[in-house]
């Protein structure tokens, strides 16, 4: 029970190397495409710290809601979460020197002559926008770093005291989420199409994160098993895990609906100005493609009791989301800020690097601590469960 991950050299090699092809990739493209490269940057930042918050919001709706089949494995949750600082450090970046690049209202020139974005001057500009960044970050970090100590706290004392904190801060951390993180996607996606607004936009990209982060606590789980830990993981908990990815599909499929159908049928040029290039012209096949990918095909796929406790199909599904949720993004970010459907060198080599250091981020947490908390009050329950 107190096995813990050994992180083997050859790891630890590709993970840093697929980053230090991100770093090239990055000093590259400022050279010679700037604006597509900030916006890339800006895209896989996002991505990854979209996993990181909806793990996070897991691991604390598993306290809140005393579950029992999932405590064995809150560590896998805890370590994804544990990139929502180094998120913040890569974003620094793209917040000091990016800005004008990706947002129409950072120029002073468009405030001037532009009376929406005058209107919203006060809430957006750059001395606000950066610390509210700093704020939400802060605020991640330091409510995770509490939820990850008492987690370590009840491995060495057990009892129910640190239990209960950790059932307490999850309330005060989705709570606390629910505003940071709305607040955070205006600020670095909505605000790419200024012009434009959707009550149901966090909603939307707070589901993303929650759906993607489920799927990679279920392709860790899957790993760390066929590499020999986490001996215990049965077809019950794979099939409670794929009830997971498959309602919060619908859920994600829900939510992406009734934002293009609200402003389809209302049909008001303030808002379709947002979908007129992504339903139209080049960009087409990925606005439908996002649908496709995201939902049908998991949802088709996960409705088989064969395939949601089948490992490899699960982690087969996993990848398909991780590329649907790169699918959702470009459409979020790219459209508004560069404006060309040209996938090539950027693109890949952002993310490749982003990949690299949030699995070496990630690895490197798990093989900080035992990746079974032993004095879980429903530790049992877990590793007995069907």
């Known amino acids: 029970m107190d ?7 050859i790891f630890k090699y590709i993970s840093l190397s697929l980053f230090g092809i991100g770093v090239i990739t990055v000093i590259f493209g400022l050279m010679s495409n700037p604006v597509k490269t900030w916006a890339n940057l800006l895209m896989s930042n996002y991505y990854f710290l979209t996993i990181a918050i909806g793990a996070s919001f897991f691991a604390a709706i598993q306290y809140i809601s005393q579950s029992g089949w999932s405590s064995a494995f809150v560590r896998i949750p805890q370590a994804i979460t544990s990139f929502i600082p180094v998120a913040g450090i890569l974003m620094l970046p793209i917040i000091l020197f990016g800005l004008p690049d990706l947002y129409h209202w950072a120029h002073h020139d468009a405030v001037e002559h532009d009376a929406l974005i005058a209107h919203k001057s006060p809430y957006l500009n750059t001395t606000f926008f950066i610390a509210r960044y700093a704020l939400f970050f802060i605020v991640w970090t330091f ?25 307490f801060y999850s309330k005060v951390y989705i709570f606390v989420l629910a505003i940071t993180f709305s607040l955070a996607s205006f600020d670095w996606i ?17 589901v993303m994160g929650f759906y ?23 077809k019950s908990h794979l099939r409670d895990f794929s009830k997971y990815i498959l309602i919060l599909g619908v859920i994600w499929a829900y939510t992406w609906f009734s934002q293009y159908i609200l402003i389809w049928y209302a049909n008001i040029p303030e808002e379709t100005i947002y979908y007129l290039p992504r339903t139209k012209g080049e960009f ?28 490899n199909a699960l982690l087969a599904i996993g990848i398909l989301l991780m590329f649907g949720q790169w699918v959702d993004l470009y459409q979020q970010v790219i459209v508004g800020t560069y404006g060309i459907l040209e996938i090539n060198y950027i693109e890949i080599g952002t993310f490749i690097g982003y990949l690299g250091i949030f699995a070496f981020v990630v690895a490197w947490s798990l093989a900080k601590a035992p990746l079974v908390a032993r004095n879980h009050p429903y530790l049992e329950e877990s590793l007995h469960h069907h």
């Open 143 to 167: 409510l995770n770093y509490l939820l990850r100590r008492y987690s370590l706290k009840e491995d060495q004392e057990g009892g129910l005291k640190y239990f209960q904190k950790s059932e």
């Open 190 to 206: 909505m605000s790419i199409d200024v012009h434009w607004f959707s009550t149901i936009f966090a909603v939307r990209n707070f």
């Open 212 to 234: 993607h982060g489920s799927v990679i606590i279920v392709m860790v789980i899957i790993i760390l098993n066929k590499t020999g830990y986490l001996p215990f993981l049965n």
């Open 3 to 9: 096995k813990k991950l050994t992180i083997s050299p």
């Open 284 to 311: 087409q096949f990925f606005f439908y493609a996002e649908l496709i990918i995201n939902w049908l095909v998991p949802f088709i796929l996960l409705l088989s009791g064969k395939i949601a406790t089948n490992k």
